[in-house]
């Protein structure tokens, strides 16, 4: 089974500095994805990031970038000058590929980011 | 562009009471769907994913089911509820296998 590990509850940064969230996952797949999902207090879970098992590039999406080291099983998500709009839970997620091609996705349990002027 | 929209956005109901959940998806077809639950302050559980119409898999042994009656269709339902049952329920959709998945904007259910 998959698992999803992030260790940090919570995190308070000050605006403009750079803030990484910790994400270790465990799988016995060789292939998966990786994911950043943020969630607002309003609830809705927007997708930040993706990275694949195979991907040999860090993935980046504009403030955002995955720093994927695959022999550590890690991958932290990097957020550059953060914003107040940044403060939100952060969740990382990994697809399973026993759901027979629809993988579904493991969840860890989220880093609440609260984001200082 | 690809939208998906869930409904109704809250819903208070009382124990032993029916549910129905709807999520569509537009813009895109034969997409993958999901149904997440979410417990507070954690993170989300596969309930149920569906990679074509009337083709439906569970992930947990639960009180509640899902059809796929249209491409673009699925829906949650309960015959009826339990006080476990409260929780915030998310639809998604994907293009296939690890492809990102997207998410509507949930529901809030309270079971009272």
């Known amino acids: 089974a998959q698992k999803i590990t992030q260790t940090q509850p919570g995190m308070f940064v000050q605006e403009k500095e750079a803030v990484t969230l910790d994400c270790t996952y465990d799988?016995?797949?060789?292939?998966?994805?990786l994911f950043w999902y943020k969630q607002p207090s309003s609830g809705e879970m927007i997708f930040l990031i993706y990275?694949?098992?195979?991907?040999?590039q860090n993935a980046t999406e504009g403030r955002y970038s995955l720093n994927f080291q695959k022999a550590r099983k890690s991958a932290n998500l990097v957020i550059s000058a953060s914003q107040l709009g940044d403060s939100a839970m952060y969740f990382c997620?990994?697809?399973?590929?026993?759901?027979?091609?629809?993988?579904?996705?493991?969840f860890g349990k989220g880093t609440h980011l609260i984001i200082q002027p | 562009s690809q939208t998906i929209h869930q409904w109704p956005a809250t819903l208070v109901q009382p124990v032993g009471s029916p549910l129905s959940l709807e999520c569509t998806v537009e813009?895109?077809?034969?997409?993958?769907l999901y149904w997440y639950r979410q417990a507070a302050g954690r993170g989300l559980q596969l309930l149920f994913y569906?990679?074509?119409?009337?083709?439906i898999s569970s992930e947990v042994p639960q009180n509640l089911s899902a059809s796929r009656p249209q491409d673009r269709q699925f829906i949650l339902s309960s015959k009826k509820l339990l006080l476990s049952d409260s929780g915030f329920y998310l639809c998604?959709?994907?293009?296939?296998?690890?492809?990102?998945?997207?998410f509507g904007d949930g529901t809030r259910l309270s079971i009272l």
């Open positions: 998604a959709w994907s293009r296939g296998s690890n492809q990102p998945q997207h």
């Open positions: 799988t016995s797949d060789q292939s998966y994805g």
């Open positions: 990275q694949g098992s195979y991907d040999e």
């Open positions: 997620a990994m697809s399973d590929n026993s759901g027979g091609g629809a993988d579904g996705l493991t």
């Open positions: 813009g895109t077809s034969n997409p993958n």
């Open positions: 569906s990679i074509g119409i009337g083709q």
